[in-house]
């Protein structure tokens, strides 16, 4: 399995802006997908994106996915307080069964 | 509702002691999972199972044992040879692949809230 860095480590901004997040990954993925950890608790998924995708929405989520770059973007728009989370990636690798890496995530805080 | 229960949500142990922190899950998933996180860290694979009766090694298992009997259990046992046990740690459990149209892949892990676990 590959670990997916996050960037930034922390992210500060206020309610109603957008955040953005980055992911860089090394080899070849299958899929890539987003969580979110509020503080204290278990990890949430929140959108996976195929090799073969370059965009995918769900809600205020967009994602975008570079395989000739190797990274991903994850786009929260109209945040609110109720975002602030650590928001991680997990890029799966294309060469059958893969288990889940994680890096330190970033951090995102969302001020009222 | 469907989901998986991590218990206790805290737990202490003393010195030379082993104890045992509970998964289950009732999502009739295959694959069950134990990881660990250090405060300002990522998670870091512990156990994997993909199937009742057999599991691998993930990343940092020295010090920590499993055992799947059970699809809806994967009980992680932190034993004394774990110099520093002090974490939070996650379980999560997932379908062990899926396909669709000729895609075939991971599926997303579900997750428990975890149990705290502190040296006394």
């Known amino acids: 399995s590959q670990q997916g860095e996050e960037d930034p480590q922390a992210l500060s901004i206020q309610e109603g802006e957008n955040a953005t997040m980055n992911c860089s990954y090394k080899?070849?993925?299958?899929?890539l997908q987003w969580y979110r950890q509020n503080s204290g608790r278990g990890l949430v998924h929140l959108i996976l994106?195929?090799?073969?995708?370059r965009e995918k929405h769900s809600g205020r989520l967009r994602v975008t996915l570079d395989t000739s770059k190797k990274s991903s973007s994850l786009l929260i728009t109209a945040s609110r307080a109720a975002d602030t989370a650590s928001y991680f990636c997990?890029?799966?690798?294309?060469?059958?069964?893969?288990?889940?890496?994680f890096g330190k995530g970033t951090m995102l805080l969302v001020s009222p | 509702d469907g989901g998986i229960t991590q218990s206790p949500k805290y737990l202490f142990r003393k010195e030379g002691q082993n104890v045992t922190l509970s998964c289950e899950q009732n999502?009739?998933?295959?694959?069950m999972y134990w990881y660990r996180q250090d405060p300002g860290q990522g998670l870091r694979l512990i156990y994997y199972?993909?199937?009742?009766?057999?599991?691998q090694k993930g990343d940092i298992a020295e010090g920590y044992s499993v055992s799947r009997e059970k699809k809806e259990s994967f009980p992680l046992t932190v034993t004394s040879a774990q110099k520093n046990p002090t974490a939070f740690y996650l379980c999560?459990?997932?379908?062990?692949?899926?396909?669709?149209?000729?895609?075939?892949?991971?599926?997303?892990?579900?997750f428990g809230d975890g149990t705290r676990l502190s040296i006394l």
């Open positions: 999560a459990s997932s379908i062990f692949m899926f396909e669709v149209s000729g895609y075939i892949g991971n599926q997303p892990q579900h």
């Open positions: 080899t070849s993925i299958n899929n």
């Open positions: 994106i195929r090799s073969n995708e």
């Open positions: 997990a890029p799966i690798e294309d060469s059958g069964y893969s288990t889940l890496t």
């Open positions: 999502l009739n998933h295959d694959a």
């Open positions: 199972s993909q199937i009742v009766n057999d599991f």
